[in-house]
């Protein structure tokens, strides 16, 4: 370890006990055992008020009680571990799907302590092939997520596949400079022509360094 990893490493170690943080804690045991992971990216201001955003979006909505969460393109799992972290929330279990096979052990030990007694679990899979698994009369309880938008080129098919009575929170942006964000959009107008909901509960938008991002909550 380099000198200025020791002190990045003692600094968030500190800070995970200044803040009784178990996910500051987790983190850190998760960089080092997988340092060549792209968890900086993941972590990254964008990416982490984003999804603040989108908790707090959700609280106000539910009030903290959610069924079944899915996130689809959940990467290494730092959405579920924001939300199983969080006390205001009540979660049923947290299922984070992503395609890069990668991505599973690496949100299984940021989510180390929800694996055991299964309140979260990594699945390697093709959100555009992903069937849910929800009874109907739990279905309104279930929570599908995707903050992956921008990276899904058949959008409109995945989109026709979700389950109607579930609640739905999508985000995307304008980073058209990115290029793996093949689905970006222009603005809110064009996202909620692109995700129409019958039900909106929530519609807006975020200025972040570099794009924004757009986000929508309802029932399709
Ligand atoms: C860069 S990351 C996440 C970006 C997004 N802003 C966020 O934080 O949620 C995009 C993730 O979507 C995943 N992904 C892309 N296409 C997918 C698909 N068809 N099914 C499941 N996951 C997918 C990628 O593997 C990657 O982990």
New binding site residues.
């Given amino acids: 370890m380099t000198d200025n990893e020791e002190i990045y490493r003692d600094i968030l170690d500190g800070l995970s006990v200044y803040f009784g943080s178990a996910l500051i804690s987790d983190l850190l045991d998760t960089t080092a055992q997988y340092p060549s992971s792209a968890l900086g ?2 972590f990254n201001r964008n ?1 982490m008020r ?2 603040v955003w989108l908790v707090d979006k959700l609280h106000d909505l539910t009030q903290g009680r959610l069924g079944t969460v899915f996130i ?4 290494y799992g ?2 579920s571990s924001i939300l199983l972290n969080d006390r205001r929330f009540d979660c049923d279990q947290v299922v984070s ?4 096979n990668s ?1 599973k052990l690496v949100a299984e030990t940021l989510n180390r302590r929800y694996v055991a007694d299964r309140k979260f679990l990594a699945v390697t ?4 092939e ?1 069937d849910f698994p929800i009874e109907k009369k739990s279905s309104r309880n279930a929570v599908i997520i995707n ?2 938008c ?3 080129p058949d959008f409109d098919t995945w989109y026709r596949r979700l389950p109607g009575d579930a609640l739905i929170t999508l ?1 995307s ?1 304008d980073f058209y400079s990115c290029s ?1 964000h093949i689905n970006c959009v222009s603005d809110l107008t064009a996202f909620k022509q692109q995700a129409p909901l019958r039900e909106c509960l929530y519609e807006g938008e975020l200025a972040l360094k570099k794009y924004t991002r757009f986000m929508l909550i309802g029932r399709k």
Wanted: net charge negative; aromatic share 6%.
């Fill in positions: 990216n993941a990416q984003s999804k689809l393109g959940g990467w730092v959405l799907v992503d395609i890069d991505c899979a093709d959100m555009l992903f903050t992956s921008e990276h899904i985000q942006n793996e």
